[in-house]
């Protein structure tokens, strides 16, 4: 019955592996995706969660989540096959929920717009990094976003930057996650083509001399403390090349959790527990989560 709801507004997948869906590659079963064409599509959908007492989860290209083993009895919301449309006026950006922030980067480069080179290597929607509020290279998205769309108790509303309450991998959003981002506007700054070229250049190359992009990860697994970078306190615990399972502090870069093969949840977990743990009680110092967990 609700997969039919779901169907008349939607195209509707079901019992979908998490492992399609993460760079992770890990976690259980969504029981309903779907993908909506429009808003009042979406309206739609919302209706039919609300109606069944569903949870539902925005999904972009699931790079910064560790999901459980688990099921979930709920609707993945994906915006990537519809809301991926954008538009430039001038030095402004207007781009939809699923764009990739990547293929931004590049079409803002052929424009001779610089903002967007820290993104350029975020295997991500615009949607999840203004929603974490993502960055690289002392850059986030809160330095170019001058306000965002989002589709709040069936109603469209544009929030200005300021009421997005943008901090360091944190937004507005995290507190309403049945708050929906359909769109962003980001103020871009004219610039050089060819130096905003080489820039971007310079830094694929630095993360792929830097970061294990030949294993599935969630990027960087812990935000890095004021005192000192993340990197620094795991590789003082020795914990570089850990694993539990086929869970691995990755050798190249210790901020990074790797699949190294068929790994669970729970053994990404119990590593991340573990560094938590040992990290406290040698600096006294808290990491937390860059990664989102869902599901648990």
């Known amino acids: 019955m609700i997969y039919e709801d779901l169907q008349k507004f939607a195209t509707v997948d079901q019992n979908v592996s998490f492992t399609t869906m993460t760079t992770l590659r890990i976690g259980g079963i969504a029981r309903y995706v779907v993908y909506p064409e429009n808003q009042y599509s979406l309206a739609g959908i919302l209706d039919v969660a609300k109606a069944n007492h569903l949870p539902v989860k925005v999904f972009g290209k699931g790079s910064n989540i560790l999901c459980s083993d688990g099921v979930f009895e709920g609707i993945i919301l994906r915006l990537d096959r519809h809301f991926n449309h954008y538009y430039f006026k001038d030095e402004l950006l207007v781009a939809e929920a699923g764009c990739s922030i990547i293929a931004l980067s590049h079409e803002a480069m052929k424009r001779s717009l610089s903002g967007l080179e820290f993104a350029s290597g ?8 203004t929603y974490m509020n993502a960055g690289a290279y002392k850059s986030s998205m809160h330095d170019v976003i001058h ?6 108790d069936g109603e469209i509303v544009w929030l200005n930057k300021e009421e997005c309450k943008f901090e360091y991998r944190k937004s507005i959003f995290q507190q309403h996650p049945d708050w929906i981002i359909l769109a962003v506007e980001m103020k871009l700054t004219k610039g050089d083509e060819q130096e905003i070229r080489e820039l971007m250049e310079n830094r694929r190359q630095r993360r792929y001399d830097s970061q294990p992009l030949d294993k599935p990860s969630a990027g960087s697994v812990f935000r890095n403390p004021e005192e000192i970078p993340a990197w620094k306190l795991i590789e003082g615990i020795g914990y570089r090349g850990k694993c539990i399972g086929d869970a691995k502090v990755s050798e190249k870069h210790v901020n990074f959790l790797i699949n190294n093969g068929n790994a669970k949840a729970e053994d990404f977990l119990k590593l991340i527990e573990e560094i938590q743990k040992n990290v406290k009680e040698k600096y006294d110092v808290d990491l937390y989560l860059e990664v989102e967990k869902f599901n648990w």
Do not use: D, K, N
Not at 147 to 152: A, E, L, M, N
């Open 122 to 129: 975020i295997p991500a929607t615009v949607g999840g990094v």
């Open 147 to 152: 306000r965002v769309c989002v589709f709040i």
